[in-house]
């Protein structure tokens, strides 16, 4: 059986390892030269979203088809045979709702998914109207193409809208206003799902992760999470739900707000806290990067057999707490460095497990470079282990 994975980035490289081990044939498709997949994997082909030729000739090599990031453009998987389209795991129309702000918005309005409250923009035009409807503060953000807090601003009062680059410039496309919540804690939810013949379906969630941001980019993951078993129980309750609702064929993370108040929008109160639903991403996730340690099974050996037929293995939190710690470009410049990072003081740190470099070229700052996976006697403790570490080789 051939897999094949849209994209060539560290989470195609982690999930073709994971392939390999169930004896899989792996292909990749990545339009960028130097990416990681094209320095480490062997099938790799280098050619434009819009090559249709190539495009399609590498579906027709492939029995199953995933995507490691929700930013790839759909209308040339549009433009395939339905034979090839239906190869696509999670689905086509997966993809097409979660990398819209606008849609995702949308379904969990459907789905009956709490989430901050939100008005949709159709065009940036609007945004004085939507705001005086919602009220102040709010996030504007753009409805396609954000990450790690690009494409989206914060708005305290009037006098701001005037400075809004999208304002100001009139950029084309749809936006999304949303409440500012008041956060006391970031969650996520991985759920893997399979339909089983008759209709009836798999599904497996991983522990849930407690997440910490800086900067708007994820910093550090830990498992457990803080929280309440009940806390735990509805946010995995909500997460199955949506994977339910999306037809999730594949693998899903859901991340979540838990907030200190009611707010203006829907949310499932829970021991104090009120829970919403942030967003989707449909494939492995960075916070799920703590399960190669943490869990009798990884995300990526979840997502391998579900794309290989076998039905959802059930990942076991091992004894202990753990934490993941992204490596961002600021660590090699720190150092120095644009190759490997110097690890001589990885001896002096037994707690860490393992350093996963991703072998990209560019230093850039923010850029994620690289992740480590540190355990402790507890979730405390692990997170210290991991903060220590990495101040350590960032001098």
């Not at 490289?13 to 292909?27: Q, T």
């Not at 997440?211 to 999470?225: C, G, I, K, M, Q």
């Not at 803080?226 to 309750?237: F, H, K, S």
Request: proline letters at 5%; aromatic letters at 6%; one cysteine or more.
């Amino acid at each position: 059986m051939r897999v094949g994975i849209l994209g060539g980035g560290q989470l195609g490289v982690m999930l073709a390892e994971s392939l390999y081990a169930l004896n899989a044939e792996v292909a990749l498709y990545e339009p960028a030269k130097g990416s990681p997949a094209e320095r480490r994997l062997a099938d790799v082909t280098c050619a434009a979203w819009d090559d249709a030729e190539a495009l399609f000739a590498f579906f027709a090599r492939c029995d199953v088809v995933t995507y490691e990031s929700e930013n790839i453009p759909t209308d040339p998987l549009r433009a395939l045979p339905e034979s090839e389209q239906r190869k696509i795991r999670p689905g086509l129309h997966v993809l097409e709702i979660v990398q819209d702000r606008v849609e995702e918005k949308r379904f969990c309005a459907r789905a009956g998914l709490p989430t901050a409250a939100f008005r949709a923009l159709e065009e940036i035009s609007e945004l004085p109207g939507a705001a005086a409807e919602l009220g102040f503060p709010f996030i504007l953000k753009t409805a396609r193409g954000g990450y790690d807090g690009k494409g989206q601003w914060r708005v305290e009062g009037l006098r701001d809208l005037a400075s809004l680059p999208p304002l100001r410039d009139h950029a084309p496309g749809r936006f999304v206003i949303e409440e500012v919540v008041d956060l006391a804690l970031e969650i996520s939810v991985i759920v893997g799902r399979k339909v089983l013949p008759g209709g009836r379906d798999a599904v497996c969630a991983f522990p849930v992760f407690e997440n910490d941001h800086r900067d708007h980019v994820l910093d550090v993951t830990v498992v457990p999470a803080r929280i309440t078993e009940d806390q735990a129980a509805t946010a995995t309750g909500l997460a199955v739900h949506a994977a339910r609702e999306l037809g999730v064929e594949g693998l899903i993370t859901a991340e979540f707000f838990l907030c200190r108040s009611q707010g203006q929008g829907g949310a499932a109160e829970v021991d104090g806290l009120h829970l919403r639903l942030n967003e989707f991403a449909p494939r492995t996730h960075n916070s799920g990067h703590v399960t190669r340690k943490s869990c009798t099974l990884s995300q990526f050996d979840q997502l391998a057999r579900l794309l290989v037929g076998l039905e959802p293995g059930e990942p076991l939190l091992l004894p202990g707490g753990y934490a993941m710690a992204q490596l961002l470009g600021e660590v090699w410049e720190a150092q120095g460095r644009e190759g490997m990072l110097d690890l001589t003081v990885w001896n002096a740190h037994p707690d860490v497990l393992e350093v996963n470099q991703y072998g990209k070229t560019a230093v850039r700052t923010k850029r994620k470079m690289g992740h480590f996976i540190a355990r402790g006697d507890d979730a405390d403790g692990a997170e210290r282990a991991a903060r220590a570490f990495r101040d350590a080789i960032s001098g």
